[in-house]
């Protein structure tokens, strides 16, 4: 039987759109759905959620708090008008269907839908994913550069391990299976991730390659553990910047840390830190608000 789902959505200017769906993202911890409305012109960003994760209240509250941090930015919210209603689950999978299309990163990597026919270049690996009530499809230019920089600096013929930190929908870690790296390890602070995570990674027959656990940031122990060739941290800010010296610590005198989830205008101060720590800028890109980057030790 389906089960109604309630849509928490907020209206806004286009030009603030990815920093309001990256706010969603981060809020519900699911990939959030985007309707741009040209004539206006307007953007819809919307979460569908089994259950509200707080009361109706209470959640106006505090995404009005988190859209003032947006204005703050300097980006033109326009309304920022919110509305919480239950819809019917079919009419949110089938918005689903026409905006999620396959995403081919470089010719090494494809992620696609089941319902994709779409078949891949000699030699590139598949990640099958659905958007489903999970947290990261790829479609996000800080999780594409994610995967670009996973393609990009795999070895061939050489074993390299990778960690995926605040692992959502578990693409990167299932991704990085697929292209090769060995051990792969994914942990996120939210259980009902967590298991999405898994649930994906055997539908990508990488479960047995793929080690995803519950694990909070902030407890990670700062002596002793597995250090990697390759760490992913895709998430807010105020995060990388606070838990610096826990992610660095996991990594190789040879490794790369790849850095998303950082809107334009706080990448300085994310910059400034991990330089602190001796790591130096080796790849960056900004796409429109977003500045995402790669760090490596001086050899």
């Known amino acids: 039987m389906n089960v109604p789902l309630w849509q928490i959505a907020l209206t806004t ?24 409305d040209a004539a206006t012109p307007t953007a819809t960003v919307s979460a569908y959620c089994p259950n509200l994760p707080l009361p109706n209240a209470e959640l106006r509250a505090r995404l009005r708090i988190a859209l003032s941090r947006v204005r703050n930015s300097g980006l033109n919210i326009a309304s ?9 689950p079919e009419n949110w999978s089938e918005s689903w269907k026409k905006h999620f299309k396959p995403l081919e990163i470089s010719r090494a990597l494809l992620i696609k839908p089941t319902w994709s026919g779409r078949r891949p270049r000699a030699g590139q ?17 800080t999780t ?20 995926d930190i605040g692992t959502g929908s578990g693409i990167l870690a299932i991704a990085a299976a ?47 553990g597995a250090k990697f060739d390759v760490i992913c941290a895709n998430l807010t ?48 890109r900004q796409d429109k608000e977003w500045h995402s980057a790669a760090f490596a030790f001086p050899r």
């Open 13 to 36: 200017s286009v030009e603030a759109e990815e920093a309001v769906a990256a706010l969603f993202e981060n809020m519900f911890r699911r990939p959030p759905s985007v309707f741009l």
């Open 80 to 88: 920022g008008r919110i509305t919480i209603r239950r819809v019917a």
């Open 125 to 141: 690996a598949v990640v099958v994913l659905d958007p489903g009530l999970s947290f990261g499809t790829g479609q996000h230019p």
């Open 144 to 163: 594409a550069f994610c995967l670009e920089q996973l393609a990009a600096r795999r070895a061939s013929g050489q074993q390299r391990s990778f960690l």
């Open 178 to 224: 697929k292209l090769g790296y060995e051990p792969v390890q994914a942990f996120d602070f939210d259980p009902a991730a967590v298991r999405v995570a898994r649930v994906n990674a055997i539908q990508n027959r990488v479960a047995k390659r793929v080690r995803i656990f519950r694990q909070d940031l902030i407890r990670l122990p700062l002596r002793g």
């Open 237 to 284: 800010s105020d995060l990388l910047v606070e838990q610096a010296k826990r992610i660095v610590r996991r990594l190789r005198p040879t490794g790369t840390l790849i850095l998303a989830g950082i809107l334009k205008i706080q990448f300085v101060e994310v910059h400034r830190t991990y330089a602190a720590t001796g790591l130096k800028l080796i790849a960056t």
